[in-house]
Structure formats: C-alpha cells, structure tokens
T-cell receptor, first 113, second 112 residues
Framework: QQQVKQSPQSLIVQKGGISIINCAYE??????FPWYQQFPGKGPALLIA?????SEKKEGRFTISFNKSAKQFSLHIMDSQPGDSATYFC????????????FGKGTSLLVTP | DTGVSQDPRHKITKRGQNVTFRCDPI?????LYWYRQTLGQGPEFLTY????????KSRLLSDRFSAERPKGSFSTLEIQRTEQGDSAMYLC??????????FGPGTRLTVT
C-alpha cells in the first residue's frame, strides 16, 4: 500500500527552468517530509526536508512547499542544471514508526542543455 | 570517510544459497534501517534498530530474511535460500534521534 503518491513519473526541463515534483499523502500522523536525490548505482542522498509546522523551506535552489490542509507537498528546483538529472523521491514518516521512511515511486528528471 | 558504508557492493549468488550483507552506520548514530529497492521503485522499508534492539521487523519480506545489530554498531542482513525475486538493491541508513536519515551506497544482489 503506497503511503505517498508522487507525480510526475518523469520530467524533462530545459537548463535554467523550474522543475516541480508533487507528492500527496493521506495519513495525517505523518510529521516529517524529506526529499531524496538518487543517481544510478548510488544510494539516495537527502536533499531537503520539512516538518508540518512550516509551509515552505528553501535551501539554495531547492524549495519545499507544504500544504497541510491539502496533504500535499512539492519540490521546486530553480535554475535547473544538467547535473540535477537524477531520480527524486519524496518520503513520509512519523515518530510513531521510528521514522521509518515510506517512499514515493520516484520522478526521473532530465535537464537538457 | 564518515558516511554509511555497506559491504559487499555487489553480490551474485545462485538460487538457494544464503547471503549476508553488512552495514556500518555513521559513528554515534543510534538508529539503523534496512530498505530494499527494486528497479524503478522507491526504497521499501524492511526493519530498523535502535541501538541493539530490533524495534520493527514485521515488514521483513519473509521468514527467510533476518537482521542483527549485536553490539549496537554494525548490522547484518541475511537472506536464506535466496530466490530470483530477491534480486534488488539493499540499502542501509542511519540516524540519530530527531535528525536526518543518511543512506549508504547499497549492496546490489543478483540471484541467478
């Protein structure tokens, strides 16, 4: 049973453009929402994370927007670069589960030169 | 390098054989997690430890899977009587309480 639904499955963006990936969840007990970046053959790397007491968090070119009432959150990559081409996963978790992560199915991002 | 390390990075085994993977977490991280990732999917949680205690193991895929963390430091994941469906990337992650979870590079298992 998928705890979080991620879209789109794949995304092509031109260099300098904005990449937007969306995730939706149902369980209101989730209290931590990270995004991971994964390159082929590598483990996922934590990009940015948010807790539900804030609506937005920005770190460099990466921003999470969080809508608690809609139970949705999204990752925005500003000024997308070819080096950003990777698979991105959102995840949800709660302290009740020991912070075991439930991942979305991933979005394959390709940034063209 | 102070990141999470996993050994081996790749393992090819024949169906029916037992395999064991090792994970060394970041020093002082008290929580350790195991995940499985199949091609084109997100990682799937298997089990986790807080120090040496295994606090969740109901998500292990079958009774052929077991994990240990004997002294609260490194951990091992064993798969007995491997099947072709066990072919996947096995990922380990660690964290301290209330902090972010960091992943290792994974062990790629191929069952022939």
């Amino acid at each position: 049973q998928q705890q979080v639904k991620q879209s789109p499955q794949s995304l092509i963006v031109q260099k300098g453009g904005i990449s937007i990936i969306n995730c939706a969840y149902e369980n209101t007990a989730f209290d931590y929402f990270p995004w991971y970046q994964q390159f082929p053959g590598k483990g996922p790397a934590l990009l940015i994370a948010i807790r539900p007491d804030v609506s937005e968090k920005k770190e460099g070119r990466f921003t999470i927007s969080f809508n608690k009432s809609a139970k949705q959150f999204s990752l925005h990559i500003m000024d997308s670069q070819p080096g950003d081409s990777a698979t991105y996963f959102c995840a949800v978790t709660t302290s009740n589960s020991g912070y075991a992560l439930n991942f979305g199915k991933g979005t394959s991002l390709l940034v063209t030169p | 390098d102070t990141g999470v390390s996993q050994d081996p990075r790749h393992k090819i085994t024949k169906r029916g054989q037992n395999v064991t993977f090792r994970c060394d977490p970041i020093s002082e991280h008290n929580r350790l997690y195991w995940y499985r990732q199949t091609l084109g999917q997100g990682p799937e949680f298997l089990t986790y430890f807080q120090n040496e205690a295994q606090l969740e193991k109901s998500r292990l895929l079958s009774d052929r899977f077991s994990a240990e963390r004997p002294k609260g430091s490194f951990s091992t994941l064993e798969i007995q009587r491997t099947e072709q469906g066990d072919s996947a990337m096995y990922l380990c992650a660690s964290k301290r309480d209330h902090y972010e979870q960091y992943f290792g590079p994974g062990t790629r298992l191929t069952v022939t």
